[in-house]
């Protein structure tokens, strides 16, 4: 395979310097190995020939045989297009060519037979194909079965490059370099699963012959992908379960014990005593802490981070508690100290806005060790700020950070202080194998007692005096009221209600109660004076934008209404859901929506009204929507850059992978042995451009 990867796609036949450079700015195929893992998206089948009065406007891509009749020049300048009259023997259509016009009317002759191959289009009774592609008989009898379609981009199509372009230069590379696509997996274990081998996959990916091979290829590519992505991911974390120190703590003293017996607001759930014994567990290893903690949103995630920074504190260590945004970190704050104080715990919050006379003070209180707990934002991560002995470090929604801004904070001790990076946002696990997979997970899957299921309810458009009447009896009882919109100003390109509308309209409908409003683009000053009139019950109505998605916790707030929900992502409405439903009223989620809707809209609307759980919500998401950028980079510095699988569908090959790469590190952990030498260059290879983040959380 290294010879594929050292030449560059200029040298292949037929692609020359300036398709070669055309190639890789468009799709970023540099390399002959880059062509060889450019798959088709689909497939269509080229062994039936069909008759133009068969042709229905549902129809995909089909072939039809016949002969031109004639070509014709219609149009001026930039709008002329050649139109050529084509027949079956029965009946006719019309072929239109917009691009390349020249060399396409020198290319065929009327009379002579040729099969068309693209997607038939009716207008005014009348059928037509629109750029075609144009085989002789003989050619289109050696192209049957199945015929990928390879992803392109416009621009491709607009310099002569087709699908068919691509598919001759698979075939090109194959036959020049079939002979370097070697096996790198070991013998035995492609044996035992019986995989296809390599360079036959990926022939058959490019040209099956029929659907049951090109599932076999399919497969051990797939599994092929997933198997070396799984074996990097852990290798290093294993290397750093057994290489990294980290702190003891084998103390659970006063201010545990204090906390536990005198300030708990609440009987643990079982999830969550779990969960503590876990990281308990991971304190008294002496190896680093490296763990994820999941769970819904208002399951005492915040709590069970407080009761582990209290052993942190205990064992005379410091902790810090890292949130993306100052609302957020300040919600922590605020519980967080409120709670800790009670027995003695100095909690203080650093934010980019705090005033310097006070920032001086906290840094002097973490260098003499008088600060127990630090919360902030990003400003805990700058240089300036020095801990005598940073132990513990929780991350909140650890998603909106970056990798590298984590790693800083790793590095605020000479012992590596215990990492658990939390998230609201539930993640499949196929997607935890993958993104989290060099991290132990543990799962709060339990609410707290007396918290009720919000009940989620789709209401559209024209039905919004309901929705105000509901909004008035909710607020009668004494509730509170968010109101979301997509938009802060009105956008004549898109229909979708604004902000500065809504705001205007809620105040006129509902005098008597008051109404504050918050968005992004607010100066923090007035962001937070304004969301401190809701917090504090002074304003009766909250008209926000998503900056409420997270760090808002307000439990006499019982109605969520998101304006134009159909816009919205399922796993951001379910954010956005979890922001009512924090105390013991009945609380509702109202998902405002225009009536006309896509079958898949409807479908993610219908989601959120059938389920509150987070992990189902996620798993529907990752279906409905594929895995995409979820992560810039992974843990272990493999960027999620997927050729063939599919993290949505492939949940079976992803834990197939898994098991297999646990398999072959328990038999050879340092992949040292010599049958394992081509599986160590080809993970070489494959992720040479990582960056290692192997040594941080």
């Not at 009987?267 to 567990?281: D, F, H, N, P, S």
């Not at 008035?472 to 902000?499: C, F, H, T, W």
Request: proline fraction near 4%; charged fraction near 25%.
């Amino acid at each position: 395979m290294s010879r594929l990867r050292a030449t560059d796609i200029k040298f292949l036949k037929g692609v020359g310097p300036k398709r070669g450079e055309l190639l890789t700015k468009e799709l970023g195929i540099a390399t002959c190995h880059d062509l060889l893992c450019h798959f088709p998206s689909h497939y269509v089948d080229r062994t039936s020939i069909y008759s133009i009065s068969s042709f229905t406007g549902d129809m995909p891509m089909v072939q039809v045989k016949g002969c031109f009749v004639n070509f014709t020049l219609q149009g001026e300048g930039a709008k002329t297009r050649l139109v050529g009259l084509f027949s079956d023997g029965e009946r006719t259509m019309e072929v239109v060519w917009f691009r390349r016009i020249r060399e396409i009317k020198g290319a065929y002759q009327p009379g002579r037979q040729y099969v068309l191959f693209g997607k038939p289009s009716e207008f005014n009774g009348h059928w037509s194909m629109v750029h075609p592609e144009v085989d002789s008989v003989s050619s289109a009898a050696a192209a049957t079965g199945l015929r990928g379609v390879y992803p392109l981009t416009e621009k491709l199509r607009q310099r002569g490059v087709t699908s068919r372009t691509l598919f001759q230069y698979e075939q090109n590379l194959l036959t020049a370099f079939g002979g370097y696509i070697t096996e790198t997996l070991p013998t035995e274990l492609v044996e035992r699963l019986r995989l296809m081998p390599k360079r036959l996959a990926y022939e058959t990916i490019h040209t099956p012959r029929n659907n049951d091979e090109l599932q076999k290829a399919r497969f051990r590519l797939k599994f092929e992908e997933l198997y070396y992505l799984q074996l990097n991911i852990l290798r290093y974390s294993r290397s750093r379960a057994y290489s990294v120190q980290g702190m003891k703590f084998p103390v659970v003293g006063r201010f545990f014990h204090a906390f536990y017996e005198q300030c708990l607001p609440f009987e643990l759930t079982g999830a969550q005593k779990r969960v503590i014994k876990e990281i308990r567990a991971d304190m008294l290893t002496g190896r680093q802490m490296n763990r994820l903690l999941q769970g819904d949103v208002g399951s005492g995630k915040t709590l069970v981070a407080l009761l582990c920074m209290l052993i942190a504190v205990d064992n005379g260590a410091q902790a810090c508690l890292m949130a993306p945004t100052e609302i957020l970190a300040t919600q922590h704050y605020d519980t967080i100290r409120s709670m800790a104080a009670q027995v003695g715990v100095n909690v203080k919050l650093l934010t980019g806005s705090t005033p310097k006379r006070e920032r001086e003070a906290i840094h002097g209180a973490l260098v003499d060790g008088s600060l127990h707990i630090l919360i902030g934002t990003h400003a805990v991560i700058e240089d300036n700020v020095v801990f005598r002995n940073l132990g513990f470090v929780v991350i909140d929604e650890q998603h909106r950070f970056g990798v590298a801004q984590r790693a800083r904070l790793w590095k605020k001790n000479l012992v590596p202080p215990h990492v658990l990076v939390m998230t609201a946002t539930p993640i499949p696990r196929t997607l935890a194998m993958t993104v989290y997979g060099d991290l132990d997970v543990s799962v709060i899957d339990e609410l707290p007692p007396g918290r009720k299921p919000v009940n989620t309810i789709l209401r559209y458009s024209d039905k919004r005096l309901d929705v105000y009447r509901f909004i008035a009896g909710e607020l009668a009882k004494g509730r509170q009221v968010y109101i979301v919109y997509p938009l802060i100003k009105e956008n004549e390109k898109v229909d979708m209600r604004s902000l500065e509308e809504g705001y205007e309209q809620v105040k006129e409908v509902f005098r008597n109660y008051k109404v504050a409003y918050v968005h992004g683009q607010l100066k923090p000053a007035e962001k937070d004076y304004q969301m401190s009139l809701f917090v504090s019950h002074q304003a009766h109505i909250l008209v926000a934008t998503t900056v409420i998605e997270v760090g808002v916790n307000v439990p006499n707030a019982s109605v969520m209404v998101i304006e134009n929900a159909e816009r919205f992502g399922l796993s951001q409405l379910h954010q956005l859901r979890g922001r009512v439903g924090r105390g013991a009223d009945q609380s509702y989620c109202v998902l405002m929506s225009k009536p006309q809707l896509s079958k898949d809209t409807r479908k993610r609307l219908e989601i959120m009204t059938s389920t509150t759980d987070g992990f189902l919500v996620a798993e529907a998401d990752l279906k409905l929507r594929g895995p995409g950028d979820i992560e810039g980079t992974l843990q272990s510095g493999t960027a999620l850059d997927m050729k063939i699988a599919n993290l949505a569908t492939d949940g079976r090959i992803v834990q197939l992978a898994r098991d297999e790469a646990e398999r072959t590190l328990e038999a050879d952990p340092g992949l040292r042995q010599p049958r394992h030498a081509p599986l160590v260059a080809e993970m070489k290879a494959l992720f040479a451009k990582a960056i290692d983040w192997s040594m941080i959380s």
